[in-house]
């Protein structure tokens, strides 16, 4: 039991009890004689709790609070350290994702877990100071559009958008109706239903130029349907039909490879000379691609040969360009 958890037990034996010996505070909360003082101490000090020793009872009691003095009361919503200690720690990752993205929404909560996290054992600056975020191939994202994005989302109503398609160079207007915020590699994306195409699509928001609420209640999409579209194969790329790659990795590569999940389905083995097979589906071949590269000769595409092929092409360009 840590600090905060104590003085919630403290707060309910003296409710419950109305007069508590010393002996069974120690025995309810574990602790020595010392520690428990501590505890008090900060509860009478920090928290102004209407706490007094009766030497005729032999025992502690709430007492009438002087009306001039600050209010007792714990805190409505109750963490413990660990808790509160993950909480900071999803704040530095949300604070971090965009200057100022979610800062109206954040600030409370941080200046009140703070405050909490200053009766367990560290400090909130110890806990931020102590974790350190490194983002990478972040992009940028507006502010605004991201707003809206998420209002859209948790309001569930439709999108209108203008998006810059990367692959074409081309923006294009679509009305969407906003399923769920994908926070994926650094970068943020929203999963829809485009009216447009009449079908799931993912945009990322960075590449949003405009966006703007329309007054119409979003089209929801059942959850077993987006799951069979969205994550049935490698990466953020959307697709229901999907073909397995089948990857080698040296005994090198696998002692890193082999210890990371690259997809929930995925499949994998270790052959007789050490080698770490890696089975994974994919339903569009781009990331996935992307991401063998990056291990150049540390691995092989065994199947399907019809990506094996498109992996040997890339490395053939890659060397022509070096060349001229």
């Known amino acids: 039991m840590d600090r905060t958890e104590r003085f919630y037990k403290i707060d309910q034996l003296l409710n419950d009890r109305m007069l508590v010996p010393i002996q069974v505070f120690l025995d309810e909360l574990g602790v020595s004689l010392a520690t428990f003082k501590r505890d008090l101490e900060y509860m009478r000090d920090r928290l102004n709790a209407p706490i007094e020793w009766d030497r005729d009872a032999g025992g ?35 604070s971090n994702l965009e200057p100022g993205l979610l800062a109206g929404h954040i600030q409370p909560l941080q200046t009140r877990l703070k405050a909490l996290l200053g009766s367990a054992d560290h400090s909130a600056e110890e806990v931020e100071k102590r974790f350190r975020i490194v983002h990478a191939a972040k992009r940028h994202v507006a502010t605004q559009f991201f707003e809206v994005v998420a209002t859209a989302t948790l309001r569930r109503l439709r999108l209108k958008i203008r998006h810059f398609g990367r692959q074409t160079g081309e923006d294009s207007e679509r009305i969407v109706s906003p399923q769920q ?4 590699r650094d970068n943020w994306y929203v999963d829809t239903w485009c009216h447009l195409r009449n079908g799931i699509r993912s945009f990322s928001i960075d590449a949003i130029r405009y966006a703007e609420l329309v007054d119409e209640k979003a089209k929801d999409v059942p959850k077993s349907q987006l799951k069979e579209v969205l994550e049935s194969g490698y990466g953020i790329f959307s697709g229901s039909k999907v073909s397995w790659a089948k990857l080698r990795f040296t005994p090198e590569r696998a002692r890193w490879v082999s210890a990371e999940r690259w997809h929930p389905d995925q499949k994998s083995s270790f052959d007789k000379d050490g080698f770490y097979l890696l089975e994974i589906p994919y339903s569009d071949d781009r990331e996935l691609i992307m991401d063998v590269l990056k291990y150049g000769s ?3 595409v065994v199947a399907p040969a019809v990506l094996k092929e498109k992996v040997i092409q890339e490395v053939r360009m890659t060397l022509a360009g070096y060349k001229t």
């Open 60 to 94: 502690y009691r709430f007492v009438q609070p002087d009306p001039n003095s600050p209010a007792y009361s714990l805190p409505g919503l109750w963490f413990n350290a660990g808790e509160v200690h993950a909480l900071l720690t999803m704040q530095q990752l949300l």
């Open 181 to 184: 915020l994908v926070f994926y």
């Open 298 to 300: 540390s691995v092989e």
